[in-house]
């Protein structure tokens, strides 16, 4: 599948990634679904998968097909979430401060994890990928100034979330400049960034300003840019403001349709491959 312009493929990360030219990407900036946290009711969908290790495997094939499609010079800037052990429950409670965290169904406790425990996802697949030879370069701390509230009393309430950033090749393309901090200095690890909600999209969405400094500093104008799990499009929405070109692989016939009603400053395809 040639790149010409702006798209959309409505189709699962891993067969879209396999029909992308070899080299063909600048810049990926994605946020994968989290493991046990969301059922978006889908065949194929990643992060309902049984086991722990079966979701870090599925997402190191991904992104060893990604690593393929991207550029020699390019960089991979990967958002991912953590969770807790559900103590083997079948099913999660509605928080009472965050109705939409209930689950009908949830993962049993991994081997050699406790009740109660962190999950530790974020490192184990931030290592998975260094195993496979992605260079891992900077692990970035998201803080969430109004992060929601947790019906929590025995630990604190977790307020962040890591943004890893990954490169292809020793040497890569990163623009400091274009990302400098407003007193001149080199931008630092921690970026304070609000969540922000889209309108019709019940999920958990990328907010444009956690966006821009990866791809201003790792993309140039016209390049384009990529994100395997494009859910709302904001990754396209802050790739078009900035004249960067986009393509976006989601699985959700409804979320392409959100996605692809923002996005339109810019000309794109919507992308449906034959099953």
């Known amino acids: 599948m040639a790149l010409e312009g702006s798209a959309i493929i409505q189709a699962d990360a891993l067969s879209a990634l396999r029909q992308l030219p070899d080299s063909s990407v600048q810049c990926i900036v994605t946020s994968p679904p989290y493991w046990g946290l969301r059922d978006y009711n889908i065949p194929g969908q990643i992060g309902h998968e049984p086991t722990l290790p079966a979701f870090i495997e599925r997402l190191r094939a991904v992104f060893a097909e990604a690593r393929r499609v ?14 807790y052990t559900s103590g083997n429950r079948g ?6 401060k965050n109705r939409a965290r209930a689950m009908e169904t949830r993962p049993a406790t991994p081997a050699g994890l406790k009740p109660k425990d962190l999950l530790g996802i974020p490192w184990r697949l931030a290592f998975a ?3 496979d030879g992605w260079y891992l370069r900077a692990d970035i701390i998201w803080n969430k ?3 929601m509230p947790e019906s929590v009393q025995d630990r604190p309430t977790r307020s962040h979330e890591y943004m890893f950033m990954f490169s292809k090749s020793e040497a890569y393309y990163y623009d400091r400049v274009a990302v400098r901090e407003q007193n001149g200095r ?25 966006v821009r ?7 140039r104008p016209a390049d384009f840019v990529l994100d395997p799990f494009f859910g709302s499009g904001t990754v396209g929405v802050v790739a078009e403001g900035l004249g960067r070109r986009y ?5 959700n016939p409804d979320y392409v349709a959100l996605a692809s009603s923002r996005l339109t400053t810019d000309a794109h395809t919507v992308i449906r491959p034959a099953a």
């Open 70 to 83: 991207l550029r020699d010079d390019g960089v991979l800037w990967l958002n991912i979430g953590d969770g």
């Open 91 to 96: 099913w999660r409670a509605p928080d009472k």
């Open 129 to 131: 990928l260094q195993d």
């Open 145 to 147: 100034p109004n992060a």
């Open 186 to 210: 080199n931008r630092r690890t921690v970026w304070d960034v609000n969540t922000q909600g889209v309108a019709g999209a019940h999920f958990a969405t990328f907010p444009p300003l956690l």
């Open 213 to 219: 400094p990866c791809l201003l500093s790792s993309s």
């Open 247 to 251: 393509v976006g692989i989601e699985l």
